[in-house]
């Protein structure tokens, strides 16, 4: 495969919908970056930020990409819980502020649909059958086993987690060879990549640089913005399902989160 990705370019082209890929050749991890400038945009009211949002919304739609879809999906239901629990008082304001963000998001998604449709001229029905075949094998159960996700657990149970680990990109190529494969193969998981990387034994150094971010956020929550925790978790679980190497997005989630919980303790005129 040469480094300009036309072949990608090509296989993602013979789905039934043209996949969006902008300049990183995969689908998935187009939508998964696209996370960081969408809960930035959060942090602003505007017409502009709402544009912005919109079409992020959108480009995230023609990735096709269910990893993208789940954790838009998931951490925004976590943004606007913790949005309305900051903003909330009493259960009926909190009721009140879940049932505005709802209709908010009913607002955003007939801009982008209407833009969808009219604009991007996607066709609606080819775009839903695409996204139920790929659906359709997960709420079946149907030749999961087969599919390359399932390649890393079948590693696992057959070799174990090695207490001393293998070192970074080692378990890469071991995990390449039980595949038989002539490409290098991915774990598509974070936490697994890293595990074999450092071993067991490690493990809890590797636990601690997860969680840390998590326990900052509960313990300074009164300063620490909901857009940030929600870009963290998003980041955590595209982690758990496609990156496995620390990202960019996922770095400045970290760095957010450390900035946000001491802007209270010294002065700085950083901003995002």
């Not at 689908?27 to 544009?51: D, E, H, N, Q, Y």
């Amino acid at each position: 495969m040469s480094t300009s990705g036309g072949e990608q370019k090509d296989f993602y082209a013979n789905y039934i919908i043209n996949r969006a890929t902008g300049t990183f050749r995969e689908p998935a991890f187009l939508g998964a970056w696209l996370l960081l400038p969408f809960f930035v945009s959060l942090k602003v009211k505007s017409i502009i930020s709402f544009t912005s949002r919109s079409l992020i919304i959108l480009a995230v739609l023609l990735t096709g990409s269910l990893t993208a879809y789940i954790t838009l999906f998931l951490s925004l239901i976590v943004y606007f819980v913790l949005k309305a629990i900051k903003e909330s008082s009493t259960v009926v304001k909190f009721i009140s502020k879940m049932a505005g963000a709802a209709a908010s998001v009913l607002i955003i998604l007939s801009f982008v649909l209407y833009i969808f449709i009219n604009i991007a001229e996607v066709n609606l029905e080819y775009y839903t059958d695409f996204i139920w075949n790929r659906v359709k094998p997960i709420v079946y159960g149907m030749e999961i086993a087969e599919t390359n996700r399932a390649d890393p657990y079948k590693y696992i149970i057959e070799n174990g987690i090695p207490w001393i680990g293998n070192g970074p990109g080692n378990a890469n190529l071991l995990l390449t060879q039980f595949k038989g494969s002539s490409t290098i193969s991915s774990f598509l998981n974070i936490y697994i990549n890293y595990l074999f990387a450092v071993g067991i034994l490690f493990s809890p150094i590797l636990i601690a640089i997860f969680i840390y971010p998590l326990w900052l956020c509960v313990e300074k929550f009164s300063k620490i913005t909901p857009q940030v925790i929600s870009l963290y978790v998003s980041m955590l679980i595209v982690g758990s399902a496609l990156n496995q190497e620390f990202s960019i997005a996922l770095i400045y989630s970290i760095c957010f989160i450390i900035y946000e919980s001491k802007k209270g303790t010294f002065q700085s005129n950083l901003s995002y």
